[in-house]
């Protein structure tokens, strides 16, 4: 009797979510980001940002706007991550990007970038990928740049007194945008 050969443990499958994975995706987010649990990853925003980073309605509009796709990262049968891409005309923008804390630093988020990267350039021949940053978050920072990301100096305010995007614990938070060159682009 033949056996099956051992499933990769570093295989990984996407989809775009739906409205039945809400629940799992505001708590995945609100782990990598926020409160105690977030402090097991390198991406917390715990000492910057108290209360939330995202809600089931936030979730909901990102899976619902027109040229938008939030895609859900499986690892066997584990939510491991997630990450939106939305075309924007030449670019597209990457955010709501969240890999399980205990999972974090092991390589997985440099793979879904990738992966995001290429699904972005295939799906909407888009030349560039644009994301914001808070600009405090150097070592986050640092890892884009490592993965061909330049800052671009252009800053936009954040949205203080709007809890839903979180409680500020000090007075110098704003964006920064990031671009990289997507290549093999249609038309560039």
């Given amino acids: 009797m033949e056996t099956a ?8 499958s996407y989809r775009d979510a739906t409205e039945a994975d809400v629940p799992a995706l505001v708590e995945l987010v609100e782990s990598a980001y926020r409160g105690d649990a977030s402090r097991s990853g390198w991406t917390t925003e715990a000492d910057i940002l108290d209360g939330q980073r995202t809600d089931p309605d936030g979730v909901r509009q ?5 040229g938008s ?9 584990e939510l491991v991550a997630c990450c939106q891409l939305e075309h924007r005309g030449d670019a597209a923008y990457f955010g709501m990007f969240a890999v399980r804390p205990g999972l974090q630093g092991g390589g997985l988020g440099k793979r879904i970038l990738a992966e995001a990267e290429r699904t972005a350039r295939e799906a909407w021949g888009v030349g560039e990928m644009h994301m914001t940053v808070i600009s405090v978050r150097e070592e986050l920072i640092a890892w884009y740049e490592r993965r061909g990301y330049r800052r671009t100096g252009r800053m936009t305010p954040f949205p203080y007194g709007d809890e839903r995007f979180g409680v500020p614990q000090r ?6 945008l990031l671009v990289k060159p997507l290549g093999g682009a249609a038309g560039g």
């Fill in 171 to 176: 007075d110098d938070l704003q964006f920064e």
């Fill in 69 to 77: 796709r939030l895609l859900v990262v499986h690892r066997d049968d």
């Fill in 62 to 66: 990102v899976i619902s706007a027109p």
């Fill in 5 to 12: 050969p051992p499933q990769d443990p570093t295989s990984l």
